[in-house]
């Protein structure tokens, strides 16, 4: 997300932008496809260990 959106989000209060399990697995299988293992695994413990979903 860009600044301006981020800055939407607190302004507001909107929830623009969410984590959910749609957007982890999407974005994970994105960095594998990039030979970015490390990072989709960082992504998903990331997310598993908020509890996010």
Do not use: P
């Not at 607190?10 to 994105?30: G, H, K, N, P």
């Not at 970015?36 to 979903?53: C, H, N, P, V």
Request: charged fraction near 40%.
């Amino acid at each position: 997300m860009d600044g301006s959106g981020q800055n939407l989000e607190r302004r507001y209060r909107l929830e623009i932008w969410r984590e959910t399990v749609y957007w982890m697995q999407t974005r994970c299988s994105d960095l594998e496809d990039l030979d970015r293992e490390r990072d989709a695994a960082s992504i998903y413990t990331e997310f598993r260990l908020k509890g996010t979903g």
